[in-house]
């Protein structure tokens, strides 16, 4: 399900980080700058219509915080444990990753 989110948020302009919890959940994260916000969140209404998702808006005066290593406070309060972050690469950032020697051991290549 979350794959679909992370399309249209991609598709849509903005920048995407996935967050799995130890717990398996997954938090899709958009990334706009400031001209952007308002258009996100316009977006997010619609998605939230079309495709039944939930969103949580962090706007640009809000902070998430890191309590400790591994951990995020989300503006609501929500307490969460990250296991793993994914992002999506860009062609030219796919290319350039590719031409490199082999990434030491603890790197994940994009």
Known sequence: MYKRAILLFRDGGYGVVV???????HYVVAIANATQEGNLVGDIRRWSRGHGYQFLVKRADERISAPKESVLMLPNGRVIEIRNVYTTA?????WGLSRREPLPAGYVRL
Not at 19 to 25: E, H, L, N, R, Y
Not at 90 to 94: H, K, L
Request: a neutral charge.
């Open 19 to 25: 967050v799995q919890t130890v717990s398996g959940d």
């Open 90 to 94: 860009g062609v030219f950032t796919r």
